[in-house]
C-alpha cells in the first residue's frame, strides 16, 4: 500500500505558551478483504489549509477528519475511463438513498450476463470481481457456499457476476475464458474451476493453455472454446465491464452491491447474512 504523505499541521498561536499535543491517527486498513485498484488509477487527493489564523485544535480536528475519511471511504470516483462509450449516469451512494440504490441496480442490472438463483428473488447481489483476485477466492471458497444454501436456494437472493478485471492479463484471459465458456452455459462451472484453481497473480496458472485444459476437463466442446478464446471475441466486452465498474465508484475487488447497498472485500457471512436479512423484513 502506498503510504500517504503527512500532512504539516499549523503552528500555534502566538496566545499560546505550548502547542496542544495532537496524535497523529493510525491509518485505517480497508484493504485488508480486498484488492484496490492501482495507484496510478486514483484521483490526486489535495489538501490546502489557507488561514493561519485557525486554532491548532480546529486544525487537527480537519486532518483527523481528512485521513479517516480518505482511508476509511471505499470509492472515490475518477473521471471517465478510457475505453467506455459512454459512462453510467449513476455511483454508488455514499449514503443510504432507497431512489439512488434502485437506480444503481437498474443500471447496473442491465449490464449483467451471468446470474444463479431465482429471478424474482426480491434481493439481488451483484459481484465485482477479478478471477485472480485472492480475495475474491477467498468469497468463493467461504462466503459463497453459506449464501447459496441460505439464501439463493431458497428462492430469496439471486447472485450476478460483473467482470472487473485489473490485475493484470491473465486476469482479462480468465475473465474472456469464462465468457467463451459461457457460449456453452457453462459459465459458472468454469467460473467456480477459476477461482479453485488461484495460483498467483500472473504466475501462468490462467495463462491460455491451462485455460483450454480447463474446458477440456470441464467436457466442453474444445474446438469452439478455443476458437472463442484465440480469437479475443470478448476481449472487449471485458474492458467494457471493467470500465464501467469503476465508473460507478468500484475501486477493490471483491465490491457488492445488495439492492444497491455497497459490501466492500471478502467479509465474513454474518455480514451478508445481516444486510439481507434486513432487505428481507
Known amino acids: 500500500m502506498k503510504k500517504e504523505e503527512d500532512i504539516p499541521l499549523q503552528k500555534p498561536l502566538k496566545r499560546r505558551k505550548k502547542p496542544v499535543p495532537v496524535e497523529e491517527p493510525a491509518p485505517l486498513d480497508v484493504q485488508e478483504e480486498s484488492v484496490p485498484v492501482e495507484a496510478q488509477k486514483q484521483p490526486a487527493v489535495t489538501i490546502t489549509i489557507q488561514s493561519w489564523a485557525t486554532p491548532i485544535i480546529g486544525t487537527a480536528m480537519l486532518v483527523l477528519g481528512l485521513l479517516v475519511g480518505f482511508y476509511s471511504r471505499p470509492f472515490l470516483l ?106 456453452q452455459d457453462k459459465f459458472w462451472e468454469y467460473h467456480d474451476k477459476l477461482y479453485s484453481s488461484q495460483s498467483g497473480e500472473n504466475q501462468g496458472a490462467f495463462n491460455k493453455d491451462n485455460l483450454k485444459k480447463f474446458a477440456e476437463e470441464l467436457g466442453l466442446d474444445t474446438s469452439a472454446f478455443n476458437e472463442c478464446l484465440d480469437s479475443g471475441k470478448y476481449a472487449q466486452l471485458i474492458r467494457d465491464e471493467s470500465s464501467m465498474a469503476s465508473s460507478i465508484g468500484v475501486r477493490s475487488t471483491p465490491t457488492f452491491l445488495i439492492n444497491g447497498k455497497a459490501v466492500i472485500g471478502a467479509q465474513p457471512f454474518e455480514i451478508f447474512q445481516q444486510t439481507i436479512d434486513s432487505l428481507l423484513k
Open 78 to 183: 475518477a473521471g471517465s475511463p478510457s475505453g467506455t462509450n459512454s459512462a453510467p449516469p449513476v455511483v454508488i451512494p455514499t449514503e443510504d438513498n432507497s431512489a439512488a440504490q434502485a437506480q444503481l441496480m437498474e443500471t447496473v442490472i442491465a449490464q449483467v450476463r451471468h446470474f444463479k438463483g431465482d429471478p424474482d428473488a426480491p434481493v439481488t447481489i451483484i459481484e465485482f470481481a477479478d478471477f485472480q483476485c485472492p480475495f475474491c477466492g477467498r468469497f468463493f471458497a467461504q462466503t459463497e457456499p453459506q449464501i447459496n444454501e441460505q439464501y439463493i436456494q431458497s428462492g430469496k437472493v439471486r447472485l450476478g457476476y460483473f467482470h472487473f478485471a485489473f490485475l493484470g492479463p491473465e486476469s482479462n484471459w480468465a475473465a474472456e475464458a469464462a465468457e467463451c465458456a459461457a457460449d
